[in-house]
């Protein structure tokens, strides 16, 4: 007998974040896997692979078809990649819950390290964040559009159409890919806000399934991921907007570090906050940050 359904995207990874969700449902509410269903959602985002997202409408299309399903009462609750999640969300829809956060890093396929690429180099991405960070170590590379699920990026480049990419170390090492590329350490490439973190959302005025979702809430990966959101909240960030952050929790203390760039990587602000209340945090260090960037940067964050 079903008791609760699981809204997801059909990608493998995704179906892999749901399968984590479904495991930590049963374990937190002594149900069995057949008690948890799996509701596969064709978003935009999944069909229309040869465009880049900032292009064809953000971050919404990966949400806006699971948004609907779950507000018309098909899903009691939708899995998400954070990283994937607009900042602004509708008010009838929660965020109730975030796993345990995975490897942030990501990992470059193709080469052993951004210095080990050949002059002129041709990377695969379709992130402005990689690509500003990739020219801003090596501004000789060529940064081509890059986008499928993972299987799909390994097999072009496998296939010579680039000579490098790079993916999120979270996602390989979910999909059993754990000796795929090489991590680049947060200090060269700091990451997206809330990489490596999944989330689960429900609908506000839905109780039961708020009660359910909230047993497997990971307190330090949420505090970390709110933090990185509120930032990206008050920049106005969108998807053509190369901005990094990664917060990172001791005891009651949170720091959070953030990093914009120009679209070519030439400009760069970076900086840093220390505090408890994550959302204080994402506003003062956004704040901070527009105030010192060169202006190649900061109208890339205008809204």
Not at 187 to 200: K, R, T
Not at 260 to 271: H, K
Request: net charge negative; with cysteine.
């Amino acid at each position: 007998m079903v008791r609760f359904r699981l809204g997801t995207r059909g990608s493998p990874l995704a179906l892999t974040q749901a399968g984590m969700v479904r495991d930590a449902l049963c374990a937190a509410h002594g149900w069995t896997p057949d008690m948890v269903e799996t509701v596969v959602i064709r978003t935009t985002g999944d069909r229309v692979q040869d465009r880049a997202l900032a292009d064809i409408g953000g971050k919404a299309l990966w949400t806006k078809e699971l948004d609907r399903a779950l507000l018309a009462g098909e899903l009691d609750a939708a899995v998400h990649s954070m990283k994937d999640v607009e900042t602004v969300r509708p008010a009838a829809i929660r965020i109730a819950a975030m796993l345990p956060r995975a490897d942030v890093r990501d990992r470059l396929i193709g080469v052993d390290s951004i210095d080990a690429l050949p002059p002129g180099a041709v990377v695969g991405t379709s992130s402005p964040r990689r690509r500003a960070q990739l020219l801003r170590h090596r501004p000789d590379l060529q940064i081509v559009l890059f986008r499928g699920n993972v299987d799909t990026r390994l097999a072009k480049l496998a296939a010579g159409e680039v000579d490098a990419t790079l993916l999120a170390a979270a996602g390989l090492d979910r999909l059993g890919r754990i000796d795929t590329g090489t991590a680049v350490p947060t200090a060269a490439m700091l990451p997206a806000p809330a990489q490596g973190a999944v989330g689960i959302e429900v609908r506000t005025d839905d109780g039961e399934a708020l009660e359910r979702i909230a047993a497997i809430d990971d307190p330090a990966t949420h505090a970390c991921v709110v933090a990185e959101r509120a930032l990206l909240t008050v920049l106005r960030a969108d998807c053509h907007s190369p901005v990094a952050a990664l917060a990172s929790l001791s005891g009651e203390m949170l720091l959070l570090r953030g990093e914009l760039l120009s679209e070519d990587g030439a400009e760069q602000v970076s900086g840093y906050v220390e505090g408890t209340d994550g959302a204080t945090l994402g506003a003062a260090l956004a704040a901070d940050l527009l105030a010192r960037a060169p202006a190649a940067v900061r109208r890339l964050f205008e809204g």
